[in-house]
Every structure is written in C-alpha cells, then in structure tokens.
C-alpha cells in the first residue's frame, strides 16, 4: 500500500496497488491478522523480551499437503499468520545461544498439520538443547498425536492423569513401559499435581510436581477460577 506522494515510476502500477490495498483492507477485518497489521503505534514482537505468549486461536489450519491454491480464504489468512509466527519462535531460539531459552507449543498437533509448523518442531528438537541452549516443550492432550519421529528426539516426558484407557495405553508405550492392568490403574487413577515422569536417563516413576498458587492462578482455563467464584482445587 502506498503512502504519502505519489511516485511517478509507479503509476503504471496503481490499477495493481489498488487491489492489494483492497486485499489488504479485507484481511484487517479477521481477529488474528491484528498480530500482522498494525497503524504504528503498536509494539512489535521482540526475541529479546523475558516472555512472549502469543495465542494462535482461530486460525484454521489447511489438511497437511493440501495444495495451495485450493486454499479457501480462512487458511490462506491462517497460513499468512502462523509464518511470521513460526519464524518469530524461530529466531528466538536460535539467538543469544549463552542464554537458556524456553519455547512451549500447546496442541502442538495444531502447528504441525502444516509441514512449515512441521519443519520447525522437527529442527528446535534436534537441534535445540544440544547447540542452541534452547528447550522446546510440545504439550497434546494424546501421545498418539506426537510423531514417532519427534518422539526418538524427546528427552524428557511429563504424563498426566488420562481419562480414558486407550489414551493411557498410548502414553504407556510412549515412555516405554509394559502395558498392563497396573499400569493402566496407575495413569487413569493419578491424583491432580502427580504426573508419570521420564528423566533423560529413560528413569519413569510417579512424581509430585509442586507449583506456586499464583502460577496455577495465572494460567488457569477453568471459567470458575478465572472469574473467581470457584472453590474446585485448583490443577496445574
């Protein structure tokens, strides 16, 4: 889009600019193109901040290989978006390699239907904590969901209660332990704050992780609490 006086070289093009302004006017009215546009006074995205937290809802994810020009209007916008986004995480954790760095993916299924959000997790989980000084956190509700590729490359694992017994099976073989009826108990049974943890060692057992209130608070997703009538305890 152009601003300001006109440059003559460019009017052969105006027909053009005029269109791609047009485009461009259209794709500000879909709430997750705000991350994308902004009329300067906003502040952009900066790797050097303690922490970023950047919601991706909304978007709608193409079918892995779908071509690209069958893309309906609502993945091409979500494509535009999630690019920036992945290479924002991307220059994140490749810089200031002195420094360790955090990087968490919740429903990592979602990034990866793309092959983009694919190539990323594949390339911050090989290469992330031995070169780059860099720890990438994929967090999915199934261990199915978690490609047996990224899971040779995993370190370490955090399994909490299932509710559901062919998820426990899943997230059985995931950490490599026998499937059986004990086993199974001990996944759909675990008590809230207690999850079936794997050290880098491949050491599993049952383990209490212990968080601050104000962390539990913070992060909750529960409506109760976060409206603050809620007297469930709270869960991590």
Same mark, same amino acid.
């Given at each position: 889009m152009?601003v300001g006086?006109?440059?003559?070289?460019?009017a052969?093009?105006?027909p053009?600019?005029?269109?791609l302004s047009i485009?461009?006017?259209?794709?500000k009215?879909?709430?997750s193109t705000s991350?994308l546009f902004?009329?300067?006074n906003?502040?952009a995205l900066n790797?050097?901040?303690?922490?970023?937290?950047?919601?991706?809802?909304?978007l709608?994810?193409?079918?892995?290989?779908?071509n690209?020009e069958?893309l309906n209007?609502a993945?091409?916008?979500?494509?535009?978006v999630?690019?920036p986004?992945l290479?924002?995480?991307? +220059?994140?954790?490749?810089?200031e390699?002195d420094?360790?760095? /955090?990087?968490g993916v919740? %429903? *990592?299924?979602f990034?990866?239907?793309v092959q983009?959000?694919?190539?990323?997790?594949?390339s911050?989980?090989r290469?992330?904590?031995?070169?780059?000084?860099t720890?990438?956190?994929?967090i999915?509700q199934?261990?199915t969901?978690?490609?047996?590729?990224?899971?040779?490359?995993i370190?370490?694992k955090f399994i909490y209660?299932m509710?559901?017994?062919?998820?426990?099976v899943?997230?059985i073989?995931?950490?490599g332990?026998e499937?059986?009826?004990?086993?199974?108990k001990?996944?759909?049974?675990?008590?809230?704050r207690?999850?079936l943890?794997?050290?880098l060692?491949?050491?599993?057992g049952i383990v +209490?992780?212990?968080?601050p209130?104000?962390m539990v608070?913070? /992060?909750?997703?529960?409506? %109760? *609490?976060r409206?603050g009538?809620g007297?469930?305890e709270?869960?991590?």
């Open positions: 152009v006086k006109k440059d003559p070289k460019l052969m093009y105006e053009e600019f005029s269109d485009l461009i006017e259209g794709a009215e879909f709430p991350l902004s009329d300067g906003s502040k790797i050097n901040r303690a922490m970023t937290v950047i919601d991706v809802q909304g709608t994810m193409p079918d892995k290989g779908k690209l069958d209007t993945e091409t916008i979500s494509l535009a999630l690019m986004l290479e924002h995480a991307r +220059r994140f954790g490749f810089s390699r420094i360790v760095k /955090f990087i919740d %429903e *990592q299924w990034i990866k239907l983009l959000g694919q190539q990323f997790m594949e911050m989980v290469q992330g904590g031995r070169s780059l000084f720890t990438i956190h994929l999915d199934n261990a969901s978690i490609d047996d590729e990224l899971k040779n490359n370190g370490i209660k509710g559901i017994e062919s998820e426990a899943s997230a073989e995931y950490v332990m499937v059986n009826e004990s086993n199974i001990s996944i759909l049974k675990m008590k809230d207690y999850v943890h794997q050290d060692d491949g050491r599993t +209490r992780i212990d968080i209130e104000e608070e913070a /992060f909750s997703s529960r409506p %109760e *609490q409206k009538d007297e469930d709270k869960v991590a």
